[in-house]
């Protein structure tokens, strides 16, 4: 199964099922269960965007953008990284609807 690009997920499993790194639309509950099972998974939460969902479209906002940390790091880094970022993204739902997660292996490799 590929990716919808016109579809807004709300499912935290497709992310890993589907590979959806700074791809997939995700909502705001989706993207805050992802980052906390990232470390889980052997990620880290490299950053996040979010936006608002309207018309079956992803509109960003410049003001949402935010940073994680960049691999490799350990497990424990890894884990409050996401913890904070998920933290970020319960914040910023207040006002956005929509996140896309980007994460990497936490040892930094691709496969």
């Not at 919808?4 to 497709?14: A, G, K, P, V, W």
């Not at 992310?15 to 995700?26: K, T």
């Amino acid at each position: 199964m590929a990716i919808i690009r016109d579809h807004l997920y709300e499912n935290s499993e497709d992310f890993f099922a589907l590979d959806g790194s700074a791809v997939m639309f995700l909502s705001s509950e989706a993207a805050i269960e992802v980052c906390l099972q990232c470390a889980s998974k052997g990620q880290v939460v490299l950053g996040i965007e979010g936006g608002n969902w309207k018309a079956q479209r992803f509109q960003i906002a410049l003001d949402c953008i935010f940073d994680g940390v960049e691999p490799p790091v350990t497990a424990n880094a890894a884990h409050e990284n996401n913890v904070r970022i998920s933290e970020v993204i319960k914040k910023e739902s207040k006002k956005r609807d929509v996140f896309i997660v980007t994460s990497m292996k936490m040892d930094g490799s691709e496969d």
